[in-house]
C-alpha cells in the first residue's frame, strides 16, 4: 500500500528546531490526558450557555494549540472567544463544535507521531 502523507502536525514538528521539538513532544502527553476533560468542560458550558465557562476553555485551548502551532485550532479558539464576548447565541454551538473536530484532528495527529 502507498505510504500515508505525513500529517499537518508531524509536517510542523518537521520544521521545528530540535529545542522546540523536544519541547512540543515532552508537551503532547499532559495535552492528550488533558484534552477530554477540557472537551467535556467545553460541551458542557455550550449546553449550560455560559459564555463565560466557553471562553475559559476556548482561551485555554488557544494556548495549547499555539504550543503545538496549530493556527487552524488557534483561529477557531479566537473564534469562539469572538462569539462569547458578544454573546451571540446563534454561532456558540456552531464555533464550539468546530473548536472541538480540530483540537481532536490535532490529537490524532500528535498520537500518530509519538507512537
Not at 15 to 21: I, Q, S, W, Y
Not at 54 to 75: P, Q, T
Amino acid at each position: 500500500s502507498e505510504p500515508s502523507e505525513p500529517s499537518a502536525f508531524k509536517l510542523r514538528l518537521q520544521a521545528m528546531e530540535d529545542e522546540d521539538r523536544e519541547d512540543v513532544i515532552a508537551t503532547a502527553p499532559i495535552f492528550l490526558n488533558s484534552l477530554p476533560k477540557d472537551m467535556e468542560k467545553l460541551k458542557a458550558a455550550v449546553k449550560a450557555k455560559s459564555f463565560k465557562d466557553c471562553f475559559f476553555v476556548a482561551h485555554s485551548l488557544k494556548g495549547v494549540a499555539g504550543i503545538f502551532a496549530c493556527e487552524n485550532c488557534m483561529n477557531l479558539a479566537e473564534n469562539l472567544e469572538v462569539t462569547c464576548r458578544a454573546e451571540d447565541i446563534d454561532q456558540l454551538e456552531g464555533d464550539a463544535a468546530a473548536l472541538l473536530d480540530a483540537v481532536q484532528t490535532l490529537a490524532s495527529e500528535i498520537e500518530s507521531c509519538l507512537v
